[in-house]
């Protein structure tokens, strides 16, 4: 639950509407929005892509917690 969670707040993040942490980059860095979301698309991919892995395969997260657990 924990590793799921912290990846959706991770995709909440950067993601639109709320997206704080693409407005404060534009902010800092005095670019547009547009340009920050483009430079971030590959990295929200992965991201989408390792949250559907996760769900869809709870092994990868529960096998290696269990090896630490023993």
């Known amino acids: 639950f924990g590793v799921l969670f912290i990846m959706n707040n991770a995709i909440g993040l950067i993601t639109p509407p709320v997206g704080t942490v693409l407005n404060v980059v534009a902010g800092v860095g005095k670019m ?3 340009e920050v979301t483009r ?3 590959p990295f ?3 991201q989408f892509a390792v ?3 996760l769900v869809f395969f709870p092994a990868i997260v529960t096998v290696p917690a269990r090896w630490f657990a023993s």
């Open 51 to 53: 949250m559907f892995l």
């Open 39 to 41: 430079g971030v698309l």
């Open 44 to 46: 929200m991919t992965a």
């Open 32 to 34: 547009k929005m547009d």
